[in-house]
């Protein structure tokens, strides 16, 4: 029980976060997980911005833990923060705390559920509920032949018509050897684009703040 109240306090401390900006990572298996550290870090040198990471159990694989300097958020701990009608919901949680949302990368598997509104998961959790007045952005990255079977067009535009925005894959010689579309965005382009949001979301609470003058 001591133990338990140990996870459960430091669970929800961590989302007790000082920056301006909340940006929640969405990490799925795809081999591009192994971009995750160098997003993060990249991501914690933009000015004001604080960082969260949500996995999927697959896209454990890819990254070293140690590595990511954000704290990693995954299905054990959702279940673990639960143990009675007073406690925290970690998806509500991370859907309440962040400002922006980018799955990079997204996996044909987790597109495919997303497409289709199913949430068995911490991270489809976290999509399902999430308050789509504020970006979600999403980096496909999958294998060329999965990239072209015709379902993946129609879960991409799916997910642009509930807002989402797509952070297109590219092409590039994969890890697999295959030479094709499929690859995830660089990390740089990923950068430039949730900066653009962040900017907008800045001019959006100068707006407020002006307004309530
Ligand atoms: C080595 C390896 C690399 C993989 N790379 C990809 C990938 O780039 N894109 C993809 O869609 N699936 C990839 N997969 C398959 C996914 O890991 C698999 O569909 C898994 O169920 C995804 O689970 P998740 O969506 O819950 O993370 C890969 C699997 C392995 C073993």
Redesign the pocket.
């Known amino acids: 029980m001591q133990q338990d109240k140990h996870v459960f306090c430091q669970t929800v401390d961590s989302l007790n976060s000082s920056g301006s900006f909340r940006v929640l990572v969405g990490v799925?298996?795809?081999?591009?997980a192994l971009k995750l550290p160098v997003l993060v870090d990249q991501l914690l040198q933009l000015p004001g911005v604080d960082v969260r990471v949500v996995t999927?159990?697959?896209?454990k694989?890819f990254y070293n833990h140690a590595e990511v300097a954000a704290k990693i958020y995954s299905d054990q701990d959702e279940w673990e923060l639960w143990k009675q009608r007073s406690d925290p919901v970690l998806h509500i949680e991370l859907r309440r705390w962040a400002d922006l949302f980018v799955i990079a990368?997204l996996?044909?598997?987790?597109l495919g559920?997303i497409s289709n509104g199913i949430c068995d998961?911490l991270l489809t959790c976290v999509v399902r509920a999430w308050d789509t007045s504020r970006p979600l952005l999403f980096c496909p990255?999958?294998?060329t032949a999965?990239w072209l079977h015709p379902i993946t067009a129609q879960q991409i535009s799916r997910l642009k018509e509930f807002g989402y925005v797509e952070i297109p894959c590219i092409s590039k010689k994969l890890v697999c050897g295959d030479e094709g579309k499929g690859a995830m965005a660089e990390v740089s382009t990923i950068i430039s684009v949730v900066e653009q949001h962040l900017h907008v979301l800045t001019e959006e609470s100068q707006q407020k703040t002006d307004i309530t003058k």
Do not use: L, Q
């Open positions: 799925t298996g795809s081999v591009a999927t159990e697959h896209a694989h990368p996996d044909a598997n987790t559920k998961n990255a999958m294998n999965m």
